[in-house]
């Protein structure tokens, strides 16, 4: 199976501290996410990737991590970056220990079944991923009303805006999710 319309790289052909930052990935999931084989044919842009991506991911945050990966989900959908929601999907499963959210949240965020602070983060997300022009005060007024503080709503809008950037990308290269990321964080079926 192809994986992107453009070279990929393998992990031992990354230059050695890329080697290192995916292979440290590789070794927590149990294989490489594609996005770094593709993105390692241009290695600058990969390291810019990584950093600007752990820069916001996962640093200390009053969003917790499965909220972040909430945001991405909720972009990616709106994006139709079937990458990014396969895969951060799998993520969020695992963060949120919520076999479903990640399904509702990337086919119909806007019917999700969700509290009022991930209803804030994800309207946000969607109003900056779909429409960031007419983004309003009236808009981050509501997030606030939600208990989102300026620092939530920056993380928002900066993980939305990043992750418009990947779903781009993934959407030039037609990246494929890796077929491990689809049964992560789900109830064995039996």
């Known amino acids: 199976m192809t994986v992107s319309r453009f070279p990929v790289v ?47 991911m996962e640093r200390d945050s009053p969003l917790s991590k499965a909220e972040r990966e909430l945001v991405i989900v909720a972009t990616s959908g709106a994006n139709h970056c079937t990458y990014c929601v396969v895969a951060h999907g799998a993520i969020l499963r695992i963060r949120s220990k919520d076999p479903e959210i990640a399904d509702q949240v990337g086919i119909n965020p806007y019917g999700a079944a969700l509290d009022p602070r991930r209803r804030a983060i994800v309207d946000l997300a969607l109003a900056l991923a779909l429409d960031s022009a007419s983004l309003s005060d009236d808009d981050l007024e509501a997030a606030r009303d939600a208990g989102l503080s300026d620092e939530e709503i920056w993380d928002v809008g900066a993980i939305t805006a990043l992750f418009a950037m990947s779903n781009r990308l993934a959407h030039l290269t037609a990246l494929r999710p890796n077929p491990e990321f689809f049964g992560m964080g789900r109830e064995a079926r039996g």
């Open 10 to 56: 393998e992990l031992d052909d990354l230059p050695d501290d890329l080697r290192e930052r995916v292979g440290a990935i590789a070794e927590r999931s149990g294989f490489v996410p594609n996005i770094f084989r593709a993105l390692g044919h241009r290695p600058a842009e990969l390291r810019a990737f990584l950093d600007y991506h752990d820069a916001l």
